[in-house]
């Protein structure tokens, strides 16, 4: 089975745009889960989807957003960026919610000037 | 409040020693315990997990960890350490009650010297 991609794997914006981030969970995973990984904050929790509705958020700003298609696929949005919204993003997939295991893609590494 | 605790941030072991990291967690729900292991560029691979049952938990790649709960502590343990292994090491809490989001240590990054 193919793991959980994500694209683009590489993003530069500047300060004020906006960027949409997309990942492809794992056949039949149902669950997506959005994490935020900075030197300083570590890895943060950003929200979970589970068919296509978010089922939990952390503490971020309303600029974080994301969605879910019925085909499980999730993408992310971030607007009006900041030098602080340069992090690796990563997304999580698993089967259903609870303790079934969160598997990880490779993330994209978005760099904001 | 909910917190997870590495508190080494970094270790170096000589190849062929054992290794432990340490992870201590303050959860008021049961918890549910993760290792994953990052290395540079790369997305966080899970080494193992405890839900419940046996407390000492056997994972891939040699890797091992032990619930206590009257410690708080789900240390990582390795007998023998590989140069492969060097790597960035998280340790992860989930529970019901923060809707099973992950709460991740800061993290230990390991070196393995020959």
């Known amino acids: 089975k193919a793991g959980v991609t994500q694209t683009p794997r590489y993003l530069i914006k500047t300060r004020g745009q906006q960027v949409t981030l997309s990942c492809s969970p794992i056949?039949?995973?149902?669950?997506v889960s959005w994490y935020q990984q900075t030197p300083g904050q570590g890895l943060q929790f950003l929200f979970e989807y589970f068919s296509e509705t978010q089922r939990n958020k952390g503490n971020f700003p309303g600029r974080f957003s994301g969605r879910q298609f019925s085909n499980s696929r999730s993408e992310m949005n971030v607007s009006t960026l900041e030098l602080g919204d340069s992090a690796l993003y990563l997304c999580?997939?698993?089967?259903?919610?609870?303790?079934?295991?969160?598997?990880f893609g490779p993330g994209t590494r978005l760099t904001v000037l | 409040a909910q917190s997870v605790t590495q508190p080494d941030i970094h270790i170096t072991v000589s190849e062929g020693a054992s290794l432990e990291l340490r992870c201590n967690y303050s959860?008021?729900?049961?918890?549910?315990l993760f290792w994953y292991v990052q290395s540079p560029g790369q997305g966080l691979q899970l080494l193992l997990k405890y839900f419940s049952g046996d407390t000492l938990v056997q994972g891939i790649k040699g890797f091992e960890a032990e619930f206590k709960r009257s410690q708080s502590s789900f240390n990582l343990r390795k007998p023998s350490v590989h140069w492969s292994d060097a790597a960035e090491y998280f340790c992860a809490v989930g529970a019901i009650d923060s809707g099973y989001a992950l709460n991740f240590g800061k993290g230990t990054s390991l070196l393995v010297t020959p």
């Open positions: 056949s039949g995973h149902r669950s």
């Open positions: 999580a997939s698993s089967l259903a919610r609870g303790t079934d295991t969160q598997y």
């Open positions: 959860y008021g729900a049961t918890p549910y």
